[in-house]
């Protein structure tokens, strides 16, 4: 290896004098160029030493003229045939100057990755969300990024080390050393980027493809109210899509998809909003849609969702590391807001954004918010079992309550609370029927509770009856006679309701011990609460309290006024003077189970609630 070459301003070298003469036979160095190797005082023609048409080299003979040019024009056409691989092979071996290997060809190798990793990405993007395609689209860009490191890297070492050697200049020799640093710093950088991102891809699609993607919870889908709605529970991962559109092959009846999940696959995610999209399925979510979620949820030809429900979301991520473009690309795609999309990945992958319901609203994310009335209830995962609805009726206090004096009850009423959950009730009159089977134990103690409990009890039943008094009279009437629908207390407003567990509460954990009023300390009292009634009402509407059960709907209105004044009377009483009131007539009812007697006006018309 001894001889370097000058051609064009490059230089390159060194060379064999076999290699030489192949080179100089093929075409490849011309006899302008100038070559030097150590003994020579300064570069020289090349045409001195190797003659292209009649080379004489030691162990050689010679040729005739016609046999050369016949050789020559051989090997020209092989090196038409295969310039493309000579040249890769030359760069390999270190044949081109610093200046072309860690130049040019570093720039248009980089080009040409670009090129191929947009090639790949739109062949594999276009294409539907599927564990097979993703782990052939990792693999084979990091291939591709490890086979072309690998090449610049030692075609550009060797160009380094050729042009660095002994007879270069000090120049050279500097310039060879850095362009091997940067060459080491670079490829070391991309070992780094390997591990950290490379490895994680890698195995990450690969649990996709091969392992079920196991870092994602399995899903559930629960058909609901006579095959008209759909639940689909837990994470969205591989054939969830396809598993939905199956069901609604199966049940063309479903006309809402409920969608409670922490997300998953956002190409998952993009597969089930086409299929919501083409069944014009409304969405709705009762506790929340995350992430990926969201994204199908955005799919729905109606958004509903629970109040206190929560979409989120947040920036994509894979193999650890966020993916910010992905999951903006996505949301443009489906239909949302760039503003709204900016704000959303913003959030990196480990965090999430809860907008408000105004804010979704705004954004036209959701159509409304609803109430547990609407839908069928989901969200208590992907398949609960009886301690699941034992821990959700526990979050309430009175359900504690209950628990704690009566466990008996409280194992009816989580049996019943998941029987109809699982026969596609809504939460609303699911509440309401277990408030029911309460209501019977929660008089047992009303009239044992304290003065001020009591006293807030009648305080509570006055709102109430005002309240449904003011939405419908017919409804009040029903609800102070006993007669009340499964749904009646959709009509109260939530302060009502946390009101009355509240006070619910303190009744059946109350241990008091009252002192009883004689029958004349209570005619007393109710002749009290009747003199402040006459001064309001005529005499005639007082009688309606004494038979409720007789009273007309055109009554219904005047008799909820007097129901709901007499028990504020009551409430305005010294507590200790409600509170006698209060516990006799709740003693009265539980004892009889029936309305109080005659005796007792002010009884007439009391809830049992």
């Known amino acids: 290896m001894e001889w370097y070459v000058s051609a064009a301003g490059l230089k390159a070298g060194p060379f064999s004098t076999a290699e030489m003469v192949q080179k100089v036979v093929s075409g490849e160095f011309d006899e302008r160029a100038l070559v030097w190797k150590e003994g020579f005082p300064s570069w020289q023609p090349l045409a001195v030493h190797f003659k292209q048409h009649n080379i004489r080299t030691p162990g050689t003979s010679n040729t005739s003229t016609d046999s050369s040019n016949i050789g020559h024009d051989r090997n020209a056409n092989k090196h038409k045939k295969s310039s493309f691989a000579n040249s890769l092979k030359r760069y390999w071996h270190g044949g081109y100057p610093m200046a072309v290997s860690f130049g040019l060809v570093s720039i248009l190798g980089s080009i040409g990755l670009l090129v191929s990793y947009t090639l790949l990405g739109y062949a594999f993007g276009e294409t539907e969300y599927a564990p097979y395609r993703i782990i052939a689209f990792v693999g084979v860009s990091w291939l591709l990024a490890i086979a072309w490191t690998t090449f610049q890297f030692v075609g550009t070492w060797r160009s380094a080390s050729a042009h660095g050697g002994s007879g270069t200049s000090q120049k050279h020799a500097v310039q060879s050393i850095l362009t091997r640093v940067a060459l080491g710093i670079g490829t070391a950088c991309m070992g780094v980027a390997f591990v950290l991102i490379g490895l994680p891809q890698l195995m990450e699609s690969s649990r996709i493809a091969f392992w079920d993607d196991p870092d994602i919870a399995s899903y559930n889908l629960r058909l609901m109210r006579n095959g008209t709605e759909l639940e689909v529970a837990g994470g969205f991962k591989y054939g969830l899509a396809d598993d939905v559109e199956r069901v609604l092959r199966a049940s063309p009846q479903v006309v809402l998809i409920h969608l409670n999940s922490d997300g998953g696959r956002i190409g998952e995610a993009t597969k089930l909003a086409k299929v919501i999209r083409s069944s014009k399925l409304a969405t709705y979510t009762a506790s929340r849609c995350l992430s990926a979620c969201a994204i199908a949820y955005a799919a729905g030809r109606q958004r509903w969702i629970l109040d206190g429900a929560r979409l989120g979301y947040h920036s994509g991520s894979f193999g ?10 996505t949301m443009l795609k ?3 807001s760039r503003e709204f999309v900016e704000i959303a990945v913003s959030y990196p992958a480990q965090k999430m954004w809860y907008p408000s319901s105004s804010e979704l609203s ?3 994310i959701i159509t409304g918010t609803v109430d547990t009335y609407k839908f069928a209830a989901s969200g208590y995962g992907v398949k609960p079992g009886s301690e699941d609805f034992a821990a959700q009726l526990r979050k309430l206090s009175i359900y504690r309550a209950i628990e704690r004096t009566n466990p008996s009850l409280f194992g009816q009423v989580s049996t019943e609370f998941q029987q109809k959950y699982i026969d596609g009730y809504p939460e609303g009159i699911i509440v309401d029927t ?21 006293a807030e009890y009648a305080a509570l039943i006055a709102d109430q009856y005002q309240a449904l008094g003011q939405i419908n009279p017919r409804i009040c009437h029903s609800y102070a006679t006993s007669k009340t629908e499964t749904d009646i207390y959709q009509h109260l407003s939530r302060d009502l309701r946390s009101r009355e567990l509240a006070l619910s509460e303190r009744v059946v954990l109350s241990t008091n011990t009252r002192r009883s009023f004689t029958q004349s300390q209570l005619d007393a009292l109710y002749e009290k609460i009747f003199d402040k009634l006459s ?17 007309k709907p055109d009554q219904y209105a005047t008799y909820c006024r007097l129901v709901t004044a007499m028990f504020r009377e009551i409430a305005q009483l010294a507590p200790r003077e409600a509170g006698a009131v209060m516990s006799a007539l709740f003693n009265e009812a539980s004892s009889s189970k029936t309305e109080p007697p005659a005796s007792s006006p002010p009884s007439r018309g009391t809830p049992k609630r």
């Open 320 to 329: 650890g590391q966020n993916i910010v473009s992905s999951m903006r690309d």
């Open 535 to 551: 001064k309001q009402h005529p005499a005639n509407q007082l009688t309606l309290l004494a038979t409720p059960e007789a009273v």
């Open 362 to 364: 705004e954004y036209g």
């Open 334 to 336: 489906e239909g949302f």
């Open 434 to 454: 277990m408030r029911e089977k309460l209501v019977p134990y929660i008089q047992q103690n009303l009239y044992r509770a304290d003065d001020k409990t009591l």
